[in-house]
């Protein structure tokens, strides 16, 4: 645990052989323009050199909060874990092969206060595997409620939101691959929930993701999603 003051923002990122993109990822969050914040990564059962990186990136900057697990439980366990640990007023999500614009929390913060919502993504630029592409979903609330009952429309390594979101509504594993939407459809149900109409994240393509590997049951889960949105 890291000896710091309480931080403003926990910056949870969950990692599984990410050692190819890791280093790149945890810097962007190091040079954010807000420094007062806490990177809690996991290493879900790693077989590269993933765990050794976050050890020695952890060496370099006392805001890196390293958590070893093993054997591989999956996304839904590390992000409850990495809460379990988080000691900042506001959450944040990022991916282990994602990379963050330097300003991404400043701005998310001043959005979240702003606009009076308790969780917000962003605009993001997909890139790898073909010409990158900048995706501008939906971004005022109204908008948003709008397009959750069809697909999800926030996208999870750009989210920011007020630590009393992930304190009233958790992951749940029987929705993992779809774990987000479930959470997004839920807390839109209390909270407001907003995108920055601004790209503060570069999102990396590439074959492993579990989206492109899982499709069919990622499928499956996000219908049952929609139901439940609709009905609520």
């Known amino acids: 645990m890291s000896s710091l003051s309480r931080p403003h923002v926990s910056v949870l990122m969950p990692c599984h052989n990410?050692?190819?993109?890791?280093?790149e990822a945890i810097r962007s969050v190091l040079v954010q323009t807000r420094s007062d914040i806490e990177l809690l990564v996991y290493d879900d059962g790693s077989t590269d050199a993933s765990w050794s990186l976050i050890e020695r990136m952890a060496a370099g900057d006392e805001r890196v909060?390293?958590?070893?697990?093993?054997p591989n439980k999956g996304i839904v366990h590390a992000l409850t874990?990495?809460?379990?640990?988080?000691?900042?007023?506001?959450?944040?999500?990022?991916?282990?092969?994602?990379?963050?614009?330097p300003s991404r929390f400043e701005?998310?913060?001043a959005f979240l206060d702003q606009q009076k919502v308790g969780l917000c993504g962003s605009w993001f630029q997909e890139f790898g595997g073909g010409l990158p592409r900048n995706v501008r979903w939906p971004h005022r609330p109204e908008e948003l409620d709008a397009a959750m009952l069809f697909q999800n429309t926030i996208c999870h390594p750009t989210v920011m939101a007020r630590r009393e979101v992930f304190e009233a509504f958790a992951y749940r594993a029987e929705y993992n691959l779809a774990e987000e939407y479930d959470l997004f459809v839920r807390a839109g149900q209390r909270f407001r929930l907003a995108n920055v109409p601004e790209v503060l994240l570069r999102y990396r393509r590439h074959p492993e993701q579990a989206t492109r590997a899982k499709?069919?049951?990622m499928e499956q889960l996000t219908q049952g999603i929609r139901?439940?949105?609709l009905e609520a």
């Not at 909060?65 to 093993?70: D, E, L, N, W, Y």
């Not at 874990?81 to 614009?101: K, W």
């Open 18 to 23: 990410g050692a190819a993109w890791l280093e």
């Open 107 to 109: 701005q998310q913060l």
């Open 227 to 229: 139901l439940q949105a």
């Open 81 to 101: 874990a990495m809460l379990n640990h988080a000691r900042g007023s506001f959450i944040a999500r990022m991916d282990a092969d994602d990379i963050c614009f």
């Open 215 to 217: 499709r069919g049951r």
């Open 65 to 70: 909060v390293p958590i070893h697990g093993s």
